[in-house]
């Protein structure tokens, strides 16, 4: 989620919030290792809970929510040049979401 995604949401049940309350909640989520900020290439951060292990993104471009992705594509080697190394990789798809193309 982004910072608005959970600031609008967050302020549902506390009106009161403001928005540099959800950027000091976030920042100390992260130091404590709950919490993860990633960025999707030309964004701002959004954050997911810690620890759910090697997957992707999907975002909407539609509404712009972002979805995890649970499968992966696995061996990319094949798309490395010769005598490289591959230390790891990072996948984003784009489309629109269930909601949107109801
Ligand atoms: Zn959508
Ligand atoms: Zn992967």
Redesign the pocket.
């Known amino acids: 989620m982004s910072i608005e995604e959970i600031f609008t949401s967050a302020k549902i049940s506390e009106p009161g919030l403001g928005v540099a309350t959800v950027y000091r909640t976030m920042k100390s989520l992260i130091e404590a290792g709950s919490v993860v900020s990633i960025t999707l290439p030309g964004e701002g951060p959004r954050f997911e809970s810690a620890g759910k292990g090697?997957?992707?993104h999907f975002r909407c471009s539609d509404c712009g929510r972002v979805f995890d992705t649970k499968a992966?594509?696995g061996n990319l080697r094949r798309l490395v040049p010769r005598r490289f190394e591959l230390t790891g990789?990072d996948?984003t798809l784009y489309g629109r979401c269930a909601d949107c193309r109801a």
């Open positions: 090697h997957h992707h992966c594509l990789h996948l």
